[in-house]
């Protein structure tokens, strides 16, 4: 057990061993941090790829499942190899760049949009001693760095001289921003309970109990998860790429290779989105069942990983399901709707901090928060809804009861 | 791990991303085709000819949330040290940040009977 | 109490048993082919994959309708008699005026009731079966082949020749079992009223050359009381006249005799109309005092 615990530690041993024995180990020792950088940077820079190509696969078949369909199954066994298949067609594809763009700012776009989606791994827990740097202030690092993401998008369609691209890249930027206060705001009740800014720290703090759990971490999460799938244009809220009216969005003007990074920073971010969801909710990498059984069932990176590619799955879930918010509709429901309850959530978070440990504060707790969560939305969307239906009521039919004569 | 090394490692993944996002396009610049010619070249927009510039004014509606954002996203830095050191400060500190807090829901209010975080 | 929100959740398990219920459908279906009608969209995975498995769309669906194809009849001799008359009344209908004919002449360069080439640009069809529905001779029928895939060249694989359209009466009619029966029904009946038909003209031909006898010889009398006038009247126009004005008078009985006949049966149609159409005004009436 412990050796598979222990498995890419125990690699990155290996992989250090050589150059430990051709250095002279005076030189070793002074860039023994340096190379175990670079091999934990090699590990994710390996990883990202292949979590995306998984992730394409597993979007199309999961989603055709839910439409009664196959997905796709043609290229190797249950279409695994798919993915590659895709990879090779985008590698081998004519890059166009239009006459009319801005070549400059065309062709960085997509690499300014990848660089932050891989640079967010940094700070991810994969496993017990499974993380790149322990930043101090991870959550500030993680804010700050998925909203560059706006700026490449803004590079994107304003560069690719395109009505489509611009509108799209205008409304990506206001919904990503909008949707970035609750984001903020759902963390708070988070670092108050662990005491520190770093994702270790805030996985450390939930041996007791997965936040989730708690009135305050179930509806941290929730706005966590929504304004997490609105800031990378997961369905819902893919304004940005409304295919229906705004053609391919920001990416319209794309082709080949630099689409296929846009796409690959769209999975990356949607998969980092539930990776820190898990992080700050659902304890990371830690086993529910140790504090139980006493001992672990399965190594920490792999609970992690579990973890992980559930709510990977309820994103593809929402895809299969809900339709595309009108953008009105989204930048209300990031506004009118989750921040109130974002801030709602910091009295829940001190409420629960000042009620004496034990049942009675998981009773009281749950049921004052609860109501307060609960009375919040039906306040909240109530008043959305009759102000937005209300005008549209129907008039009730009236009922016909009596035959009407053909002919007069 | 040190602050200054945990940056200076991010600062290394950086030029490594950096490399990693470039190395897709360079590495298709040897394989893909070149069949350039005007009508590929062409804005494809929806497949019509492009009939205005784009390049020109935008709705003020992005601004109102631009300007709704940096307000909020200012509050959240100062509610961020708070929140890390709320065990430690006792009720107090609470009561003030309900106060701050309590001053920022009047922003929204605000803003929102004013319409500014209406879509138009 | 209205909880806002709560249908998008009832939209999420929806989909989700759905995508549950494929994996145990085909969990099920293990091993089973396929290879039979769709499946119901209640249970499981509805594609069929379609290059391996085909669904028999035609057995299903006769009036199912993927280009034209023209029809020959198998002659003993071995020789394929080609419906087709080309009339022309197909290419004036199709709507992208993708059908181009070109006509048989004879040695004569007299035209003759056969195309000589018939070409179709499969790639403009848009399989609307009106060429089938307008044929009069039954010549052009509507195909049901659809896989049309092809990596030759587009240009001219898909413009079909008449070699490439014309198929055996044989295979129209196992295609098209029931329109097939129904167009043979109409062409027996056709043609027996047709040999009615002919046996009534050779009657009245019979009928005809008694009256010619007859009027030759009254004209042969006329001839011996006014031997000027056959000057000026050629006896044989006499007579054929005569004929001509029997037949018209012949005609005419008939015609009106039909007349008769129709104008009984409209009435009595007519009569059941304006009974069924009372019947329909005066029930709403009922009904409006009940
Ligand atoms: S296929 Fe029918 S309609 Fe067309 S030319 Fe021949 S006989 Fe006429
Ligand atoms: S099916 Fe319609 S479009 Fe095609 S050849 Fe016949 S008439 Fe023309």
Same mark, same amino acid.
């Given at each position: 057990?412990?050796?598979?615990?222990?498995?890419?530690?125990?690699?990155?041993?290996?992989?250090?061993?050589?150059?430990?024995?051709?250095?002279?180990?005076?030189?070793?020792?002074?860039?023994?941090?340096?190379?175990?950088?670079?091999?934990?940077?090699?590990?994710?820079?390996?990883?990202?790829?292949?979590?995306?190509?998984?992730?394409?696969?597993?979007?199309?078949?999961?989603?055709?499942?839910?439409?009664?369909?196959?997905?796709?199954?043609?290229?190797?066994?249950?279409?695994?190899?798919?993915?590659?298949?895709?990879?090779?067609?985008?590698?081998?594809?004519?890059?166009?760049?239009?006459?009319?763009?801005?070549?400059?700012?065309?062709?960085?776009?997509?690499?300014?949009?990848?660089?932050?989606?891989?640079?967010?791994?940094?700070?991810?827990?994969?496993?017990?001693?499974?993380?790149?740097?322990?930043?101090?202030?991870?959550?500030?690092?993680?804010?700050?760095?998925?909203?560059?993401?706006?700026?490449?998008?803004?590079?994107?369609?304003?560069?690719?001289?395109?009505?489509?691209?611009?509108?799209?890249?205008?409304?990506?930027?206001?919904?990503?921003?909008?949707?970035?206060?609750?984001?903020?705001?759902?963390?708070?009740?988070?670092?108050?309970?662990?005491?520190?800014?770093?994702?270790?720290?805030?996985?450390?703090?939930?041996?007791?109990?997965?936040?989730?759990?708690?009135?305050?971490?179930?509806?941290?999460?929730?706005?966590?998860?929504?304004?997490?799938?609105?800031?990378?244009?997961?369905?819902?809220?893919?304004?940005?790429?409304?295919?229906?009216?705004?053609?391919?969005?920001?990416?319209?003007?794309?082709?080949?290779?630099?689409?296929?990074?846009?796409?690959?920073?769209?999975?990356?971010?949607?998969?980092?989105?539930?990776?820190?969801?898990?992080?700050?909710?659902?304890?990371?990498?830690?086993?529910?069942?140790?504090?139980?059984?006493?001992?672990?069932?399965?190594?920490?990176?792999?609970?992690?990983?579990?973890?992980?590619?559930?709510?990977?799955?309820?994103?593809?879930?929402?895809?299969?399901?809900?339709?595309?918010?009108?953008?009105?509709?989204?930048?209300?429901?990031?506004?009118?709707?989750?921040?109130?309850?974002?801030?709602?959530?910091?009295?829940?978070?001190?409420?629960?901090?000042?009620?004496?440990?034990?049942?009675?504060?998981?009773?009281?707790?749950?049921?004052?928060?609860?109501?307060?969560?609960?009375?919040?939305?039906?306040?909240?969307?109530?008043?959305?809804?009759?102000?937005?239906?209300?005008?549209?009521?129907?008039?009730?039919?009236?009922?016909?009861?009596?035959?009407?004569?053909?002919?007069? | 791990?040190?602050?200054?090394?945990?940056?200076?490692?991010?600062?290394?993944?950086?030029?490594?991303?950096?490399?990693?996002?470039?190395?897709?396009?360079?590495?298709?610049?040897?394989?893909?085709?070149?069949?350039?010619?005007?009508?590929?070249?062409?804005?494809?927009?929806?497949? @019509?000819? #492009?009939?205005?510039?784009?390049?020109?004014? +935008?709705?003020?509606?992005?601004?109102?949330?631009? /300007? =709704?954002?940096?307000?909020?996203?200012?509050?959240?830095?100062?509610?961020?040290?708070?929140?890390?050191?709320?065990?430690? @400060?006792? #009720?107090?500190?609470?009561?003030?940040?309900? +106060?701050?807090?309590?001053?920022?829901?009047?922003? /929204? =209010?605000?803003?929102?009977?004013?319409?500014?975080?209406?879509?138009? | 109490?209205?909880?806002?929100?709560?249908?998008?959740?009832?939209?999420?398990?929806?989909?989700?048993?759905?995508?549950?219920?494929?994996?145990?459908?085909?969990?099920?279906?293990?091993?089973?082919?396929?290879?039979?009608?769709?499946?119901?969209?209640?249970?499981?995975?509805?594609?069929?994959?379609?290059?391996?498995?085909?669904?028999?769309?035609?057995?299903?669906?006769?009036?199912?309708?993927?280009?034209?194809?023209?029809?020959?009849?198998?002659?003993?001799?071995?020789?394929?008699?080609?419906?087709?008359?080309?009339?022309?009344?197909?290419?004036?209908?199709?709507?992208?005026?993708?059908?181009?004919?070109?006509?048989?002449?004879?040695?004569?360069?007299?035209?003759?009731?056969?195309?000589?080439?018939?070409?179709?640009?499969?790639?403009?069809?848009?399989?609307?079966?009106?060429?089938?529905?307008?044929?009069?001779?039954?010549?052009?029928?509507?195909?049901?082949?659809?896989?049309?895939?092809?990596?030759?060249?587009?240009?001219?694989?898909?413009?079909?020749?008449?070699?490439?359209?014309?198929?055996?009466?044989?295979?129209?009619?196992?295609?098209?079992?029931?329109?097939?029966?129904?167009?043979?029904?109409?062409?027996?009946?056709?043609?027996?009223?047709?040999?009615?038909?002919?046996?009534?003209?050779?009657?009245?031909?019979?009928?005809?050359?008694?009256?010619?006898?007859?009027?030759?010889?009254?004209?042969?009398?006329?001839?011996?009381?006014?031997?000027?006038?056959?000057?000026?009247?050629?006896?044989?126009?006499?007579?054929?006249?005569?004929?001509?004005?029997?037949?018209?008078?012949?005609?005419?009985?008939?015609?009106?005799?039909?007349?008769?006949?129709?104008?009984?049966?409209?009435?009595?149609?007519?009569?059941?109309?304006?009974?069924?159409?009372?019947?329909?005004?005066?029930?709403?009436?009922?009904?409006?005092?009940?």
């Amino acid at each position: 057990m412990e050796m598979i615990e222990q498995l890419f530690v125990m690699l990155k041993q290996a992989a250090l061993a050589l150059p430990q024995a051709l250095l002279p180990a005076e030189l070793y020792a002074r860039y023994e941090g340096m190379l175990s950088l670079v091999i934990g940077i090699s590990a994710i820079l390996v990883f990202a790829p292949a979590t995306m190509l998984f992730l394409t696969w597993m979007e199309r078949k999961v989603v055709a499942r839910m439409q009664k369909r196959y997905g796709p199954n043609r290229v190797g066994k249950f279409g695994a190899l798919q993915p590659f298949a895709d990879g090779i067609k985008m590698f081998m594809k004519e890059d166009i760049i239009p006459k009319a763009v801005d070549p400059l700012l065309h062709s960085l776009a997509p690499m300014v949009i990848l660089i932050p989606a891989v640079m967010i791994f940094a700070v991810m827990p994969f496993g017990k001693d499974m993380i790149l740097v322990d930043l101090n202030i991870a959550i500030l690092f993680i804010m700050s760095i998925s909203s560059i993401e706006t700026i490449a998008i803004l590079m994107a369609g304003w560069s690719s001289r395109n009505a489509y691209s611009l509108i799209s890249s205008l409304r990506a930027a206001a919904q990503v921003i909008s949707y970035e206060i609750p984001l903020g705001f759902s963390m708070v009740a988070v670092l108050m309970m662990a005491g520190s800014m770093s994702t270790l720290d805030i996985v450390l703090a939930q041996q007791g109990g997965w936040f989730v759990l708690t009135p305050w971490g179930f509806l941290g999460f929730l706005i966590f998860f929504l304004s997490g799938a609105a800031e990378v244009n997961r369905t819902p809220f893919d304004v940005p790429e409304a295919e229906s009216e705004l053609v391919a969005g920001f990416h319209t003007e794309y082709s080949g290779m630099k689409f296929g990074l846009f796409y690959m920073a769209e999975f990356l971010g949607a998969f980092a989105i539930a990776a820190f969801s898990i992080t700050f909710f659902f304890g990371g990498w830690l086993d529910p069942f140790e504090p139980l059984l006493g001992f672990a069932i399965l190594p920490s990176w792999l609970w992690f990983m579990l973890k992980t590619y559930v709510l990977v799955f309820v994103f593809f879930w929402f895809r299969g399901t809900l339709p595309r918010l009108r953008v009105d509709l989204l930048l209300n429901f990031a506004w009118k709707y989750l921040l109130p309850m974002a801030l709602l959530n910091i009295p829940i978070a001190a409420l629960w901090f000042y009620l004496p440990a034990g049942p009675i504060r998981w009773v009281a707790g749950w049921a004052i928060g609860g109501s307060l969560i609960f009375g919040m939305h039906q306040l909240l969307t109530y008043h959305r809804v009759k102000k937005l239906y209300g005008r549209y009521e129907r008039p009730s039919r009236p009922v016909v009861t009596e035959s009407v004569p053909l002919k007069s | 791990m040190s602050q200054e090394l945990a940056w200076g490692s991010l600062g290394i993944l950086m030029i490594f991303a950096t490399i990693f996002a470039t190395l897709p396009i360079a590495g298709a610049f040897f394989f893909r085709p070149r069949k350039a010619h005007d009508g590929k070249e062409s804005t494809y927009e929806c497949g @019509l000819h #492009p009939k205005k510039d784009t390049w020109n004014q +935008i709705n003020i509606q992005y601004y109102l949330f631009a /300007l =709704a954002f940096l307000i909020f996203s200012i509050e959240i830095l100062y509610v961020y040290p708070w929140a890390i050191n709320f065990q430690k @400060l006792g #009720p107090i500190a609470l009561l003030e940040m309900f +106060i701050f807090l309590g001053v920022l829901i009047v922003g /929204l =209010a605000y803003a929102w009977r004013k319409g500014g975080l209406e879509w138009k | 109490m209205k909880v806002y929100g709560s249908s998008v959740l009832k939209g999420l398990l929806y989909t989700l048993k759905t995508f549950v219920s494929t994996y145990v459908e085909d969990f099920r279906r293990k091993g089973a082919s396929s290879n039979g009608l769709l499946r119901s969209h209640a249970d499981g995975v509805v594609t069929v994959e379609y290059p391996e498995k085909l669904l028999p769309i035609g057995a299903t669906y006769e009036r199912f309708r993927v280009l034209p194809m023209l029809i020959y009849d198998q002659q003993e001799s071995g020789e394929k008699d080609i419906r087709c008359t080309s009339c022309g009344i197909c290419a004036k209908v199709c709507p992208p005026q993708c059908i181009w004919i070109v006509q048989e002449t004879d040695e004569n360069k007299k035209p003759v009731p056969k195309p000589e080439a018939f070409y179709i640009d499969t790639s403009v069809c848009m399989n609307c079966g009106l060429c089938s529905e307008f044929c009069p001779f039954d010549a052009i029928k509507m195909d049901h082949k659809f896989d049309l895939n092809t990596t030759s060249n587009r240009q001219e694989s898909y413009l079909y020749d008449m070699e490439r359209l014309l198929v055996p009466a044989e295979y129209y009619a196992e295609l098209h079992p029931k329109a097939n029966a129904a167009e043979e029904e109409a062409r027996r009946l056709e043609a027996e009223a047709k040999a009615k038909k002919e046996a009534a003209k050779k009657e009245a031909a019979a009928k005809k050359a008694v009256e010619a006898k007859a009027a030759k010889a009254a004209a042969s009398a006329a001839e011996a009381d006014a031997p000027k006038a056959a000057k000026a009247d050629d006896p044989e126009r006499a007579a054929r006249i005569a004929a001509a004005k029997a037949k018209a008078a012949e005609a005419k009985a008939k015609r009106e005799a039909a007349k008769a006949a129709d104008g009984a049966e409209t009435a009595d149609a007519a009569a059941e109309v304006s009974e069924t159409s009372s019947e329909n005004e005066s029930s709403p009436k009922a009904s409006d005092e009940a």
